[in-house]
């Protein structure tokens, strides 16, 4: 599975950005699917995540970010989204994009980031 993240730019506090993520080689549909971020000096945090749509779509989200970023996804594009309101300058870092074929495993597929960074 490739997976090719996009949507990152610059924004201003309280603005709006919408993140995709593109999966490619085969479909990820039985898949979680997740979102995380790496802020510059930080360790890579957890963000989001949405489970297969046969598990119940179960979504997850970091409580810093609850209330504002709703995850979703499409099967039938083999794609993930973060919609990102409110933002902060604190969610300023590299989004990365990760599926898991089996959760309890962990995620197994990685894309290679999308730069978001929010100005004051």
């Known amino acids: 599975v490739q997976l090719q993240a996009s949507g990152g730019g610059l924004v201003q506090a309280g603005g709006s950005l919408r993140l995709s993520c593109a999966a490619s080689?085969?479909?990820?549909?039985?898949?979680?699917l997740g979102w995380f971020r790496q802020a510059p000096g930080k360790e890579r945090e957890f963000v989001a995540s949405i489970s297969s749509i046969s598990s119940g779509g179960t979504t997850y989200y970091a409580d810093s970010v609850k209330g504002r970023f709703t995850i979703s996804r499409d099967n039938a594009k083999n794609t993930v989204y973060l919609q990102m309101n409110s933002l902060k300058p604190e969610d300023t870092a590299v989004y990365y994009c990760?599926?898991?074929?089996?959760?309890?495993?962990?995620?197994?597929?990685w894309g290679q980031g999308t730069q978001v960074t929010v100005s004051s």
């Open positions: 080689g085969r479909t990820t549909s039985s898949y979680t």
């Open positions: 990760a599926a898991a074929s089996r959760i309890t495993l962990g995620y197994n597929y």
